[in-house]
């Protein structure tokens, strides 16, 4: 700032000229050009008050000083010869103090103090035409020490630079102004970064640490949970990350380790379950998709999943189920990413077997060939992802003998076989919670069934009913205790839905019959047998009352009322 005081002494030098005494304006050609470029103006004393001057000899005048007591307080400049003054000077004791840029609108945009030494002290400027100073430059012995901007224009500064030797040291930037500064940048003796601190999650805490080579960035650490430990590390080359390693975990081991080319993820190696042992192997298209993705599942060191991408997809996925070393599973993936279809060697013998068709991403239908001889002979239908039917060749034969049943109302199971292929089954079985309720068998194969079984909740038999007198009917029906023993028997020999005939038991033997000869539904006829199961007596109601009439003792077992033996059975 030199020059400002050279051109106050110059000025004063005037003073000293013998044409300027006592004239209230001098004009002067100082160069002999023809062109007045020189104007002093004096007061009613002869003291000069104004001196202008036309520095660049164009007609114009551009430099104008003002003198208060003959010394100069003021000098005013249009430096682009525009005709407008851009730049205005004050003085004190004829040195400059303050100056003021101007702009086309006559705003002022630039401000600068200065000491008596005539160093800059301070500089404010308005970068953005906002009528505020958005920049303040501070100086220290005429050397720049900071700088303050304000550069989202709500007039609080929100970065500051720090100076030495005119050189950047270190910024700082408070971008939401709650006095907590989210990056810290320090810098080298050439104004190249060599190490930053960033809040790159605005919680407050600078987590974020970069370092620096010629100005390019080598290395970035990341403190995620705030330990004082890194969690995060990305290694740089040429300004492009090549290298990352992370903590997922917090656990003090990074766990998962990734190469980049020019920021892009080219492979990715992750310990998932934090043993130490990587397990998930990740591999990237060009563009930074997913291309592949490799998992060991058991930690063995063997991968034993392996999923293809496409379109940033999952389209097919490979699974070594049993561990094996080969794949036997491939899961195949629609547009939905939903599986469509599960294709499965479940005997391990290197041959599909099994086939899972889905839709909604929930299994549809199932076929399986168990005995592996090329053909399907299990299917099962699905309905909203649980067990609907399902359907068996046991003889594998090409017929589907076996039916189960999984929606049938009140039973949770019922198994049907067809064995003779007549689209009739011989054998039903009814099951509640995986125990068997009932049991039906047709072993004249007429459609209907010859033979009930009926069980207990602890799948113990109850009651059987059987077709005696082939009328396509149950007409006897057998009654058990709890050890499987008969209690008695009823018979309904007409089929017409009426016991006729009572037989009952104790300890598996025969004790007693009852009959009903006239359908009244009651007995008229009472039989009483002794432990070797013979009839000792009989007894009859011949006038239908309830009481007994006739009584007959010691009768011929030979002439006994039929009865079916409990041994038969």
């Not at 500051?160 to 907590?180: A, L």
């Not at 300004?239 to 920021?263: C, E, I, M, V």
């Not at 089929?495 to 009959?515: I, S």
């Amino acid at each position: 700032m030199n020059h400002y005081k050279t051109a106050a002494v110059a000025a004063l030098l005037v003073l000293a000229i013998p044409w300027l005494s006592l004239a209230k304006r001098v004009e002067k050609d100082t160069d002999n050009d023809g062109k007045i470029d020189r104007i002093a103006i004096f007061n009613g004393k002869g003291e000069l008050e104004k001196l202008e001057i036309d520095k660049d000899r164009n007609g114009v005048m551009d430099l104008f000083q003002f003198y208060e007591n003959e010394s100069i307080t003021r000098i005013e400049r249009d430096t682009n010869a525009d005709n407008h003054i851009d730049t205005k000077d004050y003085l004190e004791n004829g040195n400059v103090v303050r100056q003021e840029r101007i702009d086309d609108s006559n705003r002022i945009y630039q401000v600068t103090r200065f000491n008596g030494k005539g160093e800059p002290v301070q500089t404010k400027k308005d970068t953005n035409k906002s009528t505020s100073f958005d920049t303040v430059y501070h100086f220290k012995n005429g050397r720049l020490s900071s700088v303050q901007k304000d550069s989202d224009g709500n007039t609080t500064f929100d970065i500051c630079d720090t100076y030495e030797n005119n050189r950047p040291v270190q910024r700082t930037v408070d971008k939401n102004g709650d006095g907590k500064m989210e990056k810290q940048i320090r810098y080298d003796k050439k104004g190249h970064p060599v190490k930053s601190r960033h809040d790159l999650t605005g919680d407050g805490h600078l987590e974020t640490v970069r370092f620096y080579s010629n100005g390019n960035v080598t290395r970035q650490e990341k403190d995620n949970d705030h330990d004082g430990k890194p969690d995060e590390v990305t290694v740089f080359e040429r300004g492009s990350p090549t290298k990352q390693k992370k903590d997922t975990n917090a656990d003090g081991k990074f766990d998962l380790f990734t190469t980049l080319d020019r920021g892009n993820p080219v492979s990715q190696k992750k310990d998932t379950d934090h043993d130490g042992i990587f397990d998930c192997f990740t591999a990237y298209n060009k563009d930074s998709t997913v291309k592949e993705i490799k998992r060991d599942r058991d930690n063995n060191g063997t991968i034993d999943e392996i999923t293809v991408f496409k379109n940033k997809k999952p389209l097919l996925q490979r699974v070594d189920g049993n561990r094996d070393g080969t794949m036997d599973t491939r899961i195949f993936f629609n547009k939905e990413e939903q599986r469509h279809k599960v294709v499965m060697d479940t005997s391990a013998d290197g041959k599909d077997d099994t086939w899972q068709f889905y839709k909604n991403n929930r299994v549809a239908r199932l076929e399986k060939d168990e005995n592996a001889d090329g053909r399907i002979d299990l299917k099962v239908v699905y309905k909203n992802g649980k067990k609907e039917r399902l359907a068996k060749d046991k003889d594998n034969d090409g017929f589907f003998e076996t039916r189960q049943h999984f929606n049938r109302p009140g039973w949770s199971l019922v198994v049907e076989l067809d064995e003779n292929q007549d689209q009739r089954a011989e054998a039903l079985f009814y099951y509640n919670g995986g125990v068997l309720r009932k049991k039906e068998i047709d072993d004249d194969k007429d459609g209907r069934p010859d033979l009930v079984e009926h069980y207990s909740a602890g799948g113990k038999l109850v009651k059987t009913g059987e077709d005696t007198e082939n009328t396509g009917k149950l007409t006897l029906f057998w009654f058990y205790d709890d050890n499987g023993q008969a209690l008695r028997a009823e018979k309904d020999s007409d089929g017409d839905g009426e016991t006729e005939v009572w037989f009952f038991y104790k300890n598996n033997r025969l004790t007693a019959v009852e009959e009903d000869t006239n359908q009244d539904k009651k007995a008229d006829v009472w039989e009483t047998y002794d432990d070797a199961e013979a009839l000792i007596k009989r007894e009859k109601d011949l006038d239908f009352d309830g009481r007994p009439d006739v009584t007959e003792q010691g009768i011929n077992p030979q002439n006994a009322h039929d009865q079916k033996d409990k041994t038969d059975e």
